[in-house]
């Protein structure tokens, strides 16, 4: 088991900044490639983003490249998600997850372990 707890989430007005934080306990966290995935409401989850184990590889949704950076601290056994100029349609729930020895899929199903959400709320 890998507990995942996201913080960081909310409400911000669009153009703004806001910086999610995920940190894992038990397991190996830098065995783990990391992700996030966002839902908003009536929609599905979609892939926003993932690291690779060793944080060598990156991997972006189209709609964040360019805007959303993810991160990670082995040591803290934290992954980051920084996002900027954000949109009104960014507003979801985006959810933390993790892939052991995985590489930087988008596809939820390559993922095992969740964490429980955080909201973001962007205004315009």
């Known amino acids: 088991q890998v507990p995942l707890v996201e913080s960081g989430g909310g409400l911000v007005q669009a153009g703004d900044s806001l910086r999610l934080s995920c940190a894992a306990s038990?397991?190996?966290?830098?065995?783990?490639?990391m992700g996030w995935f966002r839902q908003a409401p009536g929609k599905e989850r979609e892939f926003v983003a993932a690291?690779?184990?060793?944080?060598?590889?990156?991997n972006y949704a189209e709609s964040v490249k360019d805007r959303f950076t993810i991160s990670r601290d082995n040591a803290k056994k934290t992954v980051y998600l920084q996002m900027s100029s954000l949109k009104p349609e960014d507003t979801a729930v985006y959810y933390c997850?993790?892939?052991?020895?995985?590489?930087?899929?988008?596809?939820?199903?390559?993922?095992?372990?969740w964490g429980q959400g955080t909201q973001v709320t962007v205004s315009s």
């Open positions: 997850t993790a892939d052991l020895f995985g590489r930087t899929s988008s596809a939820s199903y390559d993922y095992k372990y």
């Open positions: 690291i690779s184990w060793r944080g060598g590889t990156t």
């Open positions: 038990g397991g190996t966290f830098s065995n783990y490639a």
